[in-house]
T-cell receptor, first 115, second 112 residues
Framework: DAGVTQSPTHLIKTRGQQVTLRCSPK?????VSWYQQALGQGPQFIFQ???????QRGNFPDRFSGHQFPNYSSELNVNALLLGDSALYLC??????????????FGAGTRLSVL | GIQVEQSPPDLILQEGANSTLRCNFS?????LQWFHQNPWGQLINLFY???GTKQNGRLSATTVATERYSLLYISSSQTTDSGVYFC??????????????FGTGTLLAVQP
């Protein structure tokens, strides 16, 4: 049973560029959430996708956008990269109505460095 | 929004010692999870515990929902227990999976 997988594992970009991160949810899951974790901090919620729509959004600018595909996988796009976007980006998957409060399972993350 | 406070922020233990980590929430949550983040960044699920007590090997957790806090107990600590421990919870309300609000974590170092 494959867990949550994210790609790439590491990425280096320069200011102003655009980046796309990818996530495949745990088998059987239908919901994907994205989090940003700055160094020394806890993860911060970016947004969540269910049924190919953005359902919830955290306090992040419109430069952060996403997409969910029919196979439930998801992409996170960040435009006009800033130095402050350097962070570990985590994807979590869950199953709506799993009877356990929608437990979230995390991937290993993508570490983005913006130079 | 909900605030999550974890204590202590840092903890150094000798192998074999026991420890208690605490998580306080500013408001009621309807789902509460404990995670261990390993040195490579992976968040490992430890417990889903919105209320009550659970045990898994040397780890156990207790949540007192009415008082808005949770405790994680680590017994007979091992060097492999080192890392950052996070608690996270979601707000009340139906619909889609509630987003998780994370604390700032407890950094645990277990020395041989």
């Amino acid at each position: 049973d494959a867990g949550v997988t994210q790609s790439p594992t590491h990425l280096i970009k320069t200011r102003g560029q655009q980046v796309t991160l990818r996530c495949s949810p745990k088998s059987g899951h239908d919901t994907v959430s994205w989090y940003q974790q700055a160094l020394g901090q806890g993860p911060q919620f970016i947004f969540q996708y269910y049924e190919e729509e953005e359902r919830q959004r955290g306090n992040f600018p419109d430069r952060f956008s996403g997409h969910q595909f029919p196979n439930y996988s998801s992409e996170l796009n960040v435009n006009a990269l800033l130095l402050g976007d350097s962070a570990l980006y985590l994807c979590a998957s869950s199953l709506i109505g799993d009877g356990q409060g929608n437990i979230q399972y995390f991937g290993a993350g993508t570490r983005l460095s913006v130079l | 929004g909900i605030q999550v406070e974890q204590s202590p922020p840092d903890l150094i233990l000798q192998e074999g010692a026991n420890s208690t980590l605490r998580c306080n929430f500013s408001d009621s949550v309807n789902n509460l999870q404990w995670f261990h983040q390993n040195p490579w960044g992976q968040l490992i699920n430890l417990f889903y515990i919105p209320s009550g007590t659970k045990q898994n090997g040397r780890l156990s957790a207790t949540t007192v929902a009415t008082e808005r806090y949770s405790l994680l107990y680590i017994s007979s600590s091992q060097t492999t227990d080192s890392g950052v421990y996070f608690c996270a919870g979601g707000g009340l309300g139906g619909g889609a999976t509630n987003k998780l609000i994370f604390g700032t974590g407890t950094l645990l170092a277990v020395q041989p």
